[in-house]
């Protein structure tokens, strides 16, 4: 197989967000067994069927970048036991084709999830919803493993950016996981 090609999509536009830093580990962990790019979206307007046809220059840019993804892995925050709000945003413009009756550039794709909280549960109910909604839009999705980070500020360095300790091995397991799995979902 020629190397894969992984685009992280982060649902946080936080500067420091510790998913961005987390997507960001994980590339250094993929290191040259995967191109690794992380989709830039805060430009993306809120969906609106009345600018759908032709698309807006952002959303033609990103279905550009996840149309060339070998697999999609996704970063996400969770807000109030849901992902954010800007993830929902994005993947409902993504789900959409770019032109009337056209297919989506999520269609078949395989997806592995992570996520980093600062409360107990690590994201995982956020990860659990965001399964369901990419499971309809047709995303193959690495249900196992995946990483949940609670108390993500355990795992900070004193300068308070994320470094990881207990998660470290979980998101070693992930990387070779999902290799694996782009390889057997070609
Ligand atoms: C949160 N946070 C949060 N944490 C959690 O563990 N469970 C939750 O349900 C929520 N809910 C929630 C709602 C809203 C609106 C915000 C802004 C925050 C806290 C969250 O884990 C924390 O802000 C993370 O740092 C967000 O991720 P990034 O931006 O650092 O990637």
């Keep these: 197989m020629k190397k894969p090609k992984i685009v992280a999509i982060v649902g946080s536009l936080r500067k420091d967000s510790f998913n961005r830093q987390l997507a960001l580990l994980a590339r250094e962990a993929v290191g040259n067994r995967a191109d690794f790019e992380l989709l830039e979206y805060a430009d ?10 032709p698309p807006p220059e952002p959303v033609r840019r990103v279905r550009q970048v996840v149309a060339s993804a070998d697999g999609i892995w996704f970063f996400t925050p969770e807000y ?36 980093a909280s600062l409360g107990m549960s690590g994201t995982g109910l956020a990860q659990d919803h965001l399964v369901t909604l ?35 091995t979980f998101l070693q397991k992930q990387v070779d996981a999902f290799l694996a799995f782009l390889q057997n979902n070609q």
């Excluded at 307007?45 to 046809?53: A, I, L, R, T």
């Excluded at 800007?86 to 997806?111: T, Y």
């Excluded at 193959?140 to 470290?168: E, G, H, Y």
């Design 44 to 53: 993306v307007p809120m969906m609106n069927e009345d600018m759908e046809f």
């Design 134 to 168: 990419i499971s309809f839009l047709n995303m193959k999705v690495m249900n196992f493993p995946r990483l949940t980070i609670p108390d993500v500020w355990k795992q900070l360095d004193d300068r308070k950016k994320l470094k990881l300790s207990d998660s470290a």
């Design 80 to 115: 109030n036991h849901f992902f954010p709000g800007v993830l929902k945003n994005l993947i409902d413009w993504l789900s959409r084709p770019a032109e009337p009756g056209g297919g989506q550039v999520l269609d078949g794709k395989p997806a592995a999830i992570s996520g």
